[in-house]
């Protein structure tokens, strides 16, 4: 198979979809990988490593699509790289097509585009491997970026997110008590910031209580759990996640009286639309934004800061998926694993997620393994 690496123009992606050793185990067993030129220049792999690896470096994004059977990015593409797509063309992307336009995700299905998300491919114990390996990076990113949103240059109190001594630390709060919750948590305990995670699932606090230091306090979400919550907390990390779907708003905007003045939110949610009725997508050249005195940061797919460890592990994950799909053909694929057939969201015109199905109001056609 003809597989196509693109550089991605979604300004501070700095990610690429595969590592110069992930084209390597692709090339050595008979397919093709074009590489746009630089494409991996920005996560500290330059073109000739993937020369060694066996991949072709061409001069245009148009160039690689044009060559390529299945293409690898990383943020979603613009309408107008949707246009220039394929009628059974395999682009994988963080797609998170749950909270895009209804225009946009007609023009993919129209088109016959075979869509497949990281962030939804998910195996039969119900771990999603690609977005955990990304959620294990963001949550240590959320303490090591949170520390300095709560100094005073960010907008933030002054504090010292773990304290100092005879100083005491910073409370920060976690509302999700998945991967890349726990992973914060971990972190933020780590360097004895006080604190607290809230989810859900009570099994979901259990494994958070066993992998971090001191059995870190833990309570149900329920709302009034939540304002609790936020009458202390210095730093509320939002870190929910719905497989393939919209992100529940958890916090509305009269709930942030609740909080103290420069207290931080950072909304990770926002990859897919957000848990707090107040978030809006951000990015690094003007990452915080103020409502009702409580500073805002929302700064999607924070995995690209560390561009070079995120493509690493995203490769680690995601690997065995492409060649899978590049030995057997997507339909063959599809039949045989469960996890590519949980996550692919556009194929020959038919949408493959009953929850994307029933949002845009379109069948939810189902594909039966062998």
Same mark, same amino acid.
């Given at each position: 198979m003809d597989v196509g690496l693109v550089k991605d123009r979604k300004p501070f992606e700095h990610r690429i979809g595969l590592t110069p050793g992930g084209v390597r185990a692709l090339t050595e067993t008979g397919h093709r990988v074009y590489l746009e030129n630089d494409a991996g220049l920005e996560a500290g792999f330059p073109n000739e490593i993937y020369r060694n690896a066996g991949a072709t470096v061409v001069y245009s994004d148009e160039e690689v699509r044009l060559r390529s059977e299945m293409l690898i990015r990383l943020s979603p593409p613009t309408p107008e790289e949707c246009e220039g797509y394929r009628p059974g063309q395999i682009v994988i992307a963080a797609w998170h097509l749950a909270v895009a336009s209804e225009n946009y995700f007609t023009k993919l299905l129209d088109g016959k585009v075979t869509t497949v998300g990281y962030e939804i491919i998910e195996d039969d114990s119900g771990r999603a491997p690609v977005l955990n390996a990304m959620s294990e990076i963001a949550g240590r990113l959320a303490v090591t970026i949170g520390a300095g949103l709560v100094l005073n240059e960010f907008g933030g109190k002054g504090l010292l997110l773990g304290g100092a001594p005879g100083i005491p630390p *910073?409370?920060? &709060?976690?509302?999700?008590?998945?991967?890349?919750?726990?992973?914060?948590?971990?972190?933020?305990?780590?360097?004895?910031?006080?604190?607290?995670?809230?989810? $859900?699932?009570?099994?979901?606090? @259990?494994?958070?209580? *066993? &992998?971090?230091?001191?059995?870190?306090?833990?309570?149900?979400? =329920?709302?009034?759990?939540? +304002? $609790?919550?936020? *009458?202390?907390?210095?730093?509320?990390?939002?870190?929910?996640?719905?497989?393939? +779907?919209?992100?529940?708003?958890?916090?509305?905007?009269?709930?942030?009286?609740?909080? $103290?003045? @420069?207290?931080?939110?950072?909304?990770?949610?926002?990859?897919?639309?957000?848990?707090? +009725? =107040?978030? @809006?997508? %951000?990015?690094?050249?003007?990452? %915080?934004?103020?409502?009702?005195?409580?500073?805002?940061?929302? &700064?999607? !797919?924070?995995?690209? /800061?560390?561009?070079?460890?995120?493509?690493?592990? #995203?490769? !680690?994950?995601? #690997?065995?998926?492409?060649?899978?799909?590049?030995?057997?053909?997507?339909?063959?694929?599809?039949?045989? !694993?469960?996890?590519?057939? @949980?996550? =692919?969201? /556009? !194929?020959?015109?038919?949408?493959?997620?009953?929850?994307?199905? $029933?949002?845009?109001?379109?069948?939810?056609?189902?594909?039966?393994?062998?």
């Open positions: *910073a409370s920060m &709060v976690i509302l999700g008590a998945g991967t890349l919750g726990c992973e914060a948590a971990k972190f933020a305990r780590g360097l004895g910031a006080h604190v607290l995670v809230l989810d $859900k699932d009570i099994n979901a606090l @259990r494994r958070v209580q *066993a &992998v971090t230091p001191d059995e870190v306090p833990t309570m149900i979400a =329920t709302r009034p759990h939540i +304002e $609790k919550a936020l *009458a202390f907390a210095d730093l509320l990390v939002c870190a929910v996640a719905v497989h393939g +779907e919209r992100t529940p708003v958890l916090v509305t905007r009269d709930m942030l009286k609740l909080m $103290k003045p @420069r207290s931080v939110i950072m909304d990770l949610s926002i990859d897919q639309g957000g848990c707090c +009725e =107040t978030s @809006r997508p %951000t990015d690094f050249s003007n990452p %915080t934004y103020e409502v009702d005195g409580i500073i805002h940061f929302c &700064v999607p !797919n924070l995995a690209s /800061t560390a561009s070079r460890a995120s493509t690493r592990a #995203l490769t !680690n994950a995601m #690997l065995p998926f492409v060649v899978e799909i590049a030995d057997k053909g997507f339909d063959q694929a599809v039949q045989d !694993n469960p996890a590519i057939r @949980r996550g =692919t969201y /556009t !194929n020959d015109g038919h949408c493959l997620r009953k929850g994307v199905a $029933k949002i845009f109001n379109v069948p939810h056609h189902v594909v039966d393994g062998t």
